[in-house]
T-cell receptor
Framework: LAKTTQPISMDSYEGQEVNITCSHN???????ITWYQQFPSQGPRFIIQ???TKVTNEVASLFIPADRKSSTLSLPRVSLSDTAVYYC????????????FGTGTKLQVIP | DAGVTQSPTHLIKTRGQQVTLRCSPK?????VSWYQQALGQGPQFIFQ???????QRGNFPDRFSGHQFPNYSSELNVNALLLGDSALYLC??????????????????FGAGSRLTVL
């Protein structure tokens, strides 16, 4: 699976938009980009997934440039409850691929 | 619709003992993966089960073994426990059919984990 690089930590005030960027320079043609959120002592929770351009759901947006070598998770108007670790994963699950997590980005939302 | 359920939630063992952790996948899912998450680290892939067979394995010793049952539930067994095995063990389920229909995009549903402490 393509290796990913994310900032180790980020701070943001409540109500601000937060953008977390993930680099994946050797992403393969078949790879998807998936983001998970994890609270302490809980399992990761799926946030959003995309292949190219922009994907938006009720909680986040995912921006993927044309070369797909990076992606940006955008969280609109964060609240204290968005304080968590965010993981970017790149891979293709067909054929029993391993899904590997990096160290993630710890987002701290400040009141 | 029940999500992924894991048991036990917490357990304490001593070095050299053996432990079995259990996982019931989300309804409609047929694939189970196990992860180990040490404090402050991301989840590390242990292995994946589909159709009762181990399909992929991460970089874990043979002390870690598993099983998948016909009802898709799964067990993770760890023998000869070491202090370093203390971690949160996560089970994740997914659907192979959904993967195929979505051309390979996979979404994992995780349980809350089993916290293992080895003394």
């Amino acid at each position: 699976l393509a290796k990913t690089t994310q900032p180790i930590s980020m701070d943001s005030y409540e109500g601000q938009e937060v953008n977390i960027t993930c680099s994946h320079n050797n992403i393969a043609t078949n790879d998807y980009i998936t983001w998970y959120q994890q609270f302490p002592s809980q399992g990761p929770r799926f946030i959003i997934q995309g292949y190219k351009t922009k994907v938006t759901n009720e909680v986040a947006s995912l921006f993927i440039p044309a070369d797909r070598k990076s992606s940006t998770l955008s969280l609109p108007r964060v609240s204290l409850s968005d304080t968590a670790v965010y993981y970017c994963l790149v891979g293709y699950s067909g054929g029993y691929q391993k899904v590997t997590f990096g160290t993630g980005t710890k987002l701290q939302v400040i009141p | 619709d029940a999500g992924v359920t894991q048991s036990p939630t917490h357990l304490i063992k001593t070095r050299g003992q053996q432990v079995t952790l259990r996982c019931s996948p989300k309804s409609g899912h047929d694939t189970v993966s196990w992860y180990q998450q040490a404090l402050g680290q991301g989840p590390q892939f242990i292995f994946q089960y589909y159709e009762e067979e181990e399909r992929q394995r991460g970089n874990f010793p043979d002390r870690f073994s598993g099983h998948q049952f016909p009802n898709y539930s799964s067990e993770l067994n760890v023998n000869a426990l070491l202090l370093g095995d203390s971690a949160l063990y996560l089970c994740a389920s997914s659907s192979r059919l959904a993967e195929i229909l979505s051309s390979g995009a996979n979404v994992l549903t995780f349980g809350a984990g089993s916290r293992l402490t080895v003394l």
